[in-house]
């Protein structure tokens, strides 16, 4: 199976800044999803992405988060104005069916 | 929330030897997924399973669909030292949920 990719591999911010991750899913994929894990727990769902509009989010994917496809091609994930608990790895997921998800390696996010 | 209790939490065995994990649901799930995840990266796929009673292989793996639909179990037979590291079992409720519930997963270490 081909890779999701996602960059970058590290992002420093500050708290209150924005921050934009990026993945790049495989061609045939059509669900998108991003996930993110806090240091030494397990993975949390935030958003699922289809048809270019949310299916279903999370309740930690609040008012700061936001997704988008604007290319056809990359599928990101901005956090308006960090604060320090969004520290974490993010995880992009991508799949051609819902119920198999295939996921990037990972974007670890530390904020200042 | 849905929750899925994973167990054991952490397993110490001997090279050869075969590991056995399982992760149960107080509710249903239509799709169980199990995922290796090594230190600073993401989780690889290891077995999908798509109907209650599914018994699926992949190599040295085997992994069963509970015909109760809340539960999965997850063997490795005879471990090898490339076997070490953290396996989650994720589930997806179907209909309109998309996400993956995780467990918080199994760190499996081998002793030489």
């Known amino acids: 199976e081909p890779e999701v990719t996602q960059t970058p591999s590290h992002q420093v911010t500050q708290m209150g800044q924005e921050v934009i991750l990026r993945c790049v899913p495989i061609?045939?994929?059509?669900?998108f999803y991003w996930y993110r894990q806090i240091l030494g727990q397990k993975v949390e769902f935030l958003v699922s992405?289809?048809?270019?509009?949310?299916?279903?989010k999370s309740e930690i994917f609040d008012d700061q988060f936001s997704v988008e496809r604007p290319d056809g091609s990359n599928f990101t994930l901005k956090i308006r104005s960090t604060k320090l608990e969004d520290s974490a790895m993010y995880f992009c997921?991508?799949?051609?069916?819902?119920?198999?998800?295939?996921f990037g390696p990972g974007t670890r996010l530390t904020v200042l | 929330g849905q929750q899925l209790n994973q167990s054991p939490q952490s397993m110490f065995i001997q090279e050869g030897e075969d590991v056995s994990m399982n992760c149960t649901s107080s509710?249903?799930?239509?799709?169980w997924l199990w995922y290796k995840q090594d230190p600073g990266e993401g989780p690889v796929l290891l077995i999908a399973?798509?109907?209650?009673?599914e018994l699926t292989s992949n190599g040295r793996l085997t992994a069963q669909f509970g015909i109760t639909r809340k539960d999965s179990f997850l063997n490795i037979s005879a471990s090898i030292p490339s076997d070490v590291g953290i396996y989650f079992c994720?589930?997806?409720?179907?209909?309109?949920?998309?996400?993956?519930?995780f467990g918080k997963g199994t760190h499996l270490i081998i002793q030489p």
């Open positions: 997921a991508a799949g051609a069916r819902k119920d198999t998800q295939y």
């Open positions: 061609s045939n994929h059509l669900y």
């Open positions: 992405f289809y048809n270019n509009e949310i299916s279903e």
């Open positions: 509710s249903i799930f239509n799709t």
């Open positions: 399973l798509y109907k209650a009673g």
């Open positions: 994720a589930g997806r409720s179907g209909g309109g949920a998309d996400g993956l519930t």
